[in-house]
């Protein structure tokens, strides 16, 4: 992984390939934030600004010969938008992975960004770290992220910025791990391996893992989980990672679904609907590498990851339309629709981590098509108990992700009535993201809950922007990250 340090020194005088420097739009031109270029230069990029195309605006980045004005031979001008506001610590995150996505296969990088104080520090270090990303697993040949970053700050010496920086670098690893699992092909990321891969990543940490495998699953009635998972040749399975503290203050639950392919089962989804469909295992995928982190910075909380991992094929040994399953603790649903396969796999694992009685449980999922069409492919929903649903909306913003509180309209409710099990699968086709969010709702009791359905933001099929490269993005790692590292969870 691309290597982080902090600097004081003069940016003209830094050893690297290119210095970062942040431009913003004004209403003549661009302004040269800080004093990282000499003065006569950056007078000479304003007055060239048009020329040059420059403009300041956030995610542009101009690379330009320093002409000997400074150490390094390339200056880098990423813009961060409208000049004369307070540059918030996500512009600043974006701003940092903009230019150190843009700078692919350059080995060093000076960033002389606004990094003033801690928070400030924190910020571009995330970025750029965030944007220092490139899967490379299946090409021969790739160019490879930034190798080093030096990090122009006047708090180089003080524990705040060092803690930030040293929490970033575990932050970024949290999710680079979890978009390397998404971008992963299908063909290589099935049940099994998955369970394997999370073993692998948790041995020599203090986090433990239990792994229950189809027969474990069946003898233990998760319904939900076997009838997903019986058209595939590959078997499903649960994965639990514990992270428990002596002095845990508190206790989490997160669930994510694991979906490795998801074909829509015998009621297929079409050719052009399955193409990014490696990718339904995201929420499986962000929870696992939450926990890790987690321990990784030794939080005081109990956090434990329940992923929900199956593969949803056609076959004749797959769930049927009109079956009658099972899940754990009992409740009986009809399968009106196979293809609505994650809230079952999801029901089994809500039902397990509620039977451990945690303060709070949050479930994570690429879980509906409605969520796209209401909040678009960069804002994920958030629906459960009030009071921990909101929470989490406080949480994405300070991480700097984007989640939007949504309802759970009791009306709704009755379309999910079976005329021959306790529920089904499906209901009202208008508001099927909230009438998802109300199937998950009958299994967790009375544990405070909150849903995360992130089937927009999980993966990036259009262009990379800011510190999101193409693919898998890993949301939702940072926003459980700031919640469990919150002084208390409702």
């Given at each position: ?304 990851a329940w992923l929900c991992l ?72 958030v629906m459960g108990t009030e ?91 940072r926003t459980l990250l700031q ?8």
């Open positions: 992984m691309t290597s982080l340090n902090l600097t004081s020194k003069d940016p003209a005088r830094l050893d690297v390939d290119v210095v970062v420097v942040a431009v913003a739009r004004t209403a003549s031109g661009i302004e040269v934030l800080g004093d990282a270029l000499p003065p006569t230069t950056a007078r000479e990029l304003v007055a060239a600004a048009q020329g040059l195309g420059l403009t300041g605006a956030a995610d542009s980045l101009h690379r330009l010969p320093s002409h000997g004005e400074l150490r390094a031979p390339v200056v880098a001008l990423v813009g961060v938008g409208e000049a004369g506001r307070p540059l918030a610590p996500e512009a600043l995150r974006r701003a940092a992975g903009a230019a150190t996505r843009g700078l692919t296969g350059v080995g060093a990088v000076g960033l002389a960004l606004p990094a003033e104080d801690a928070q400030q520090v924190a910020a571009v270090a995330e970025g750029a770290l965030l944007g220092a990303y490139a899967y490379t697993r299946y090409r021969s040949s790739e160019s490879q992220p930034v190798t080093r970053i030096d990090l122009v700050t006047p708090r180089a010496r003080e524990a705040a910025a060092k803690k930030a920086v040293a929490r970033a670098a575990i932050l970024a690893e949290a999710v680079h791990g979890t978009r390397d699992l998404v971008n992963a092909a299908p063909l290589d990321l099935f049940p099994g391996a998955f369970a394997d891969h999370a073993k692998a990543l948790a041995k020599g940490t203090k986090v433990k893992v239990t792994v229950l495998d189809e027969k474990a699953l069946a003898a233990g009635g998760y319904g939900g989980l076997v009838g997903v998972g019986q058209g595939s040749t590959r078997p499903p399975r649960l994965v639990k990672l514990t992270w428990a503290p002596a002095r845990a203050k508190r206790s989490v639950a997160l669930v994510g679904k694991g979906i490795t392919f998801d074909s829509g089962g015998l009621s297929i989804k079409p050719a052009k609907g399955m193409e990014a469909m490696k990718s339904d295992m995201a929420g499986a995928a962000a929870v696992l590498h939450t926990v890790l982190a987690a321990a990784a910075l030794e939080l005081p909380v109990k956090v434990t199956a593969e949803n094929m056609p076959s004749g040994s797959a769930q049927r339309p009109s079956d009658v399953i099972t899940q754990r603790g009992g409740t009986t649903v009809e399968v009106l629709n196979t293809d609505a396969e994650g809230r079952l796999v999801l029901a089994d694992g809500l039902v397990a981590a509620c039977e451990e009685s945690p303060d709070a449980v949050i479930d994570v999922a690429t879980l509906t098509g409605a969520q796209v069409v209401a909040l678009g492919t960069r804002v994920g929903a009071e921990l649903r909101d929470a989490v909306v406080e949480a994405a913003g300070d991480a700097g992700e984007q989640f939007w509180a949504m309802p759970l309209p009791e009306e709704l409710r009755a379309s999910l009535d079976s005329k021959v099990a306790d529920l089904a699968n499906i209901g009202d086709r208008m508001g099927g993201m909230l009438v998802a969010g109300l199937f998950l709702r009958e299994f967790v009791g009375e544990t405070p809950w909150a849903h995360l359905d992130i089937a927009g933001p999980a993966f990036n099929d259009g262009g990379a922007h800011g510190y999101t490269p193409v693919g898998g993005t890993g949301v939702a790692v919640l469990l590292e919150a002084p208390t969870t409702p």
